[in-house]
């Protein structure tokens, strides 16, 4: 209550300042004054005395509050709780509610979900789902038949003509819950925008009309392929598609009246076969999971790309350059390949970038690494090449006279700028292959090489987060792998040519 005071005084202060010039603006305004707010302190009745500023300016600040404080200040004062009911971002989170807590972790007790749950009922027992613009929430309790009853009247609540986001999370595995579909096509189908749903069923039987949506994200939602497109149709304002884990679509088929999309993410979704895109203006695509028949359509848009399944670096070389012609980026994960890249039939006539990440202790240990040469063949236009290595099964580190390594002078590359190598190993396909940049990339200005299997460090810093744990075996065959590359690779690098050794670091990977 102090800080309520203190923020009334500094606020007649404000009044009272700059000559009147501030309250004499706003009388001038149409709104009518607030009245005079009644309020208890030490059990006594108090009145507040400060400048009697019209009513949507209050609102306004009020609206301005961490949903926390606007909740408190409606239940010590009348106005305030007036523009509490109408309150707009309602966000009911484990952080919000129950920092405390971690709610996720299995051995919270019963009790406590409790108290979370009931909490939530009280805030929005006060407010009367009037002007609700953004509805957060993340349930937790098991979802028996009087938790889905609650959950459907708080949904039922909260989802009203002019909603724009909806975000629900069901973190319960028990008694699986569907999503009303029906709210979604009488109260917001004109205004919402942006809809996120996790865990849960959605079972649409007919068009929803979903006009205003722009961005749909579903993660573990059980959804056929016929329910999707009741949701997708006349959503013509779509410029964003996630789906994760929808483990019941078997056919996905983006349609063409999504003129407007732009981003489309599939991932995961373990029963998909078939990827068929109508939509014209895709310009960002990831895909992981099974490999599966792709179909990108008109896909001359389509400018980065990812993609995240077993052989996915002779895939995409493959299958690609003629699929997405007009591509500037490309990003690979793979976890196991063929021994070598197959030989390049078309190219990537405007790749820029490219990063290829591979990761998974069975990776082949006797992958070429050399044969990725087909890729710098491929894109003429390359720029930057990343390569990172996770974790290298054992193999054998090379030893002897460079003489005996392989050569390719035939193969120029004239625009490739940039390197870099994390997880470097004295493999001799990857010895092979560093040297075969510094030797035929003209254009080359830094390569890097960081022979520590950890995708990102720390700046050394005490009081910041440190690097990924690494075990001792890999930080020892890092330090073997620098002196490797003092013995092959420094006396190859042209004088053009920065380049940078990473050793591990000090502070985290120090033996």
Not at 15 to 38: E, M
Not at 89 to 106: A, D, H, I, Q
Not at 166 to 191: G, N, V
Not at 389 to 399: A, L, M, N
Request: glycine share 4%; with cysteine.
């Amino acid at each position: 209550m102090g800080s309520i005071q203190r923020e009334q005084k500094r606020n007649r202060g404000c009044a009272q300042s700059k000559n009147g010039c501030i309250a004499s603006s706003l009388a001038t305004r149409n709104s009518p004054p607030c009245r005079p707010d009644v309020y208890f302190l030490d059990g006594k009745k108090m009145r507040y005395l400060g400048p009697d500023l019209p009513e949507d300016i209050w609102r306004h600040i009020h609206f301005l509050l961490p949903m926390q404080d606007a909740a408190r200040l409606g239940c010590v004062s009348h106005s305030f709780l007036q523009s509490w009911r109408c309150y707009p971002n309602l966000t009911f989170t484990n952080k919000t509610m129950c920092s405390k807590e971690n709610l996720r972790n299995g051995t919270v007790g019963w009790n406590v979900i409790r108290d979370y749950t009931h909490k939530i009922d009280c805030v929005l027992a006060n407010h009367s789902g009037a002007g609700v613009r953004k509805f957060k929430l993340e349930y937790y309790a098991p979802c028996d038949a009087v938790s889905c009853h609650q959950l459907n009247s708080w949904l039922k609540m909260a989802v009203t003509p002019g909603i724009e986001e909806l975000d629900f999370t069901l973190f319960s595995k028990e008694a699986p819950f569907d999503f009303p579909c029906k709210l979604l096509s009488d109260q917001s189908q004109h205004s919402i925008q942006h809809l996120r749903l996790l865990n849960c069923g959605l079972h649409p039987t007919f068009q929803l009309g979903l006009r205003s949506l722009k961005m749909l994200q579903m993660c573990t939602v059980r959804i056929t392929d016929d329910e999707l497109g009741c949701l997708l149709s006349n959503s013509f304002a779509l410029e964003h598609l996630q789906l994760l884990h929808c483990d019941d679509i078997i056919h996905l088929e983006i349609p063409s009246l999504l003129q407007r999309l732009k981003f489309l993410e599939v991932f995961e979704c373990s029963n998909l076969h078939v990827i068929e895109n109508k939509a014209p203006n895709i310009s960002r695509f990831r895909f992981g999971g099974y490999e599966v028949q792709l179909s990108l359509g008109e896909s001359l848009k389509v400018k980065n790309m990812m993609l995240h399944h077993s052989c996915a670096i002779s895939y995409a070389v493959e299958n690609l350059p003629s699929c997405v012609p007009n591509l500037l980026s490309l990003t690979i994960y793979s976890s196991c390949e063929k021994i070598d890249v197959p030989v390049v039939s078309s190219k990537f006539l405007h790749l820029k970038f490219l990063s290829i990440l591979i990761f998974g202790g069975y990776f082949n240990r006797d992958y070429d690494y050399l044969s990725l040469v087909s890729y710098f063949d491929a894109a003429p236009s390359l720029e930057k090449f990343v390569l990172y290595v996770k974790r290298q099964s054992k193999y054998e580190s090379f030893q002897g006279d460079t003489s005996s390594l392989r050569r390719m002078p035939d193969h120029c590359h004239k625009k490739l700028k940039s390197v870099e190598i994390t997880g470097f190993c004295p493999q001799k396909s990857m010895v092979e292959l560093t040297c075969h940049i510094l030797k035929n990339v003209r254009s080359l200005k830094s390569l890097t090489l960081d022979p520590s299997p950890v995708n990102n460090r720390c700046s050394g810093n005490i009081l910041d987060k440190g690097c990924p744990p690494l075990e001792t075996a890999y930080i020892r065959e890092a330090h073997r792998t620098i002196l490797a590359i003092r013995t092959y690779i420094e006396g190859e690098v042209p004088p053009t040519v920065t380049l940078s050794v990473l050793e591990p670091c000090a502070r985290c990977h120090a033996l």
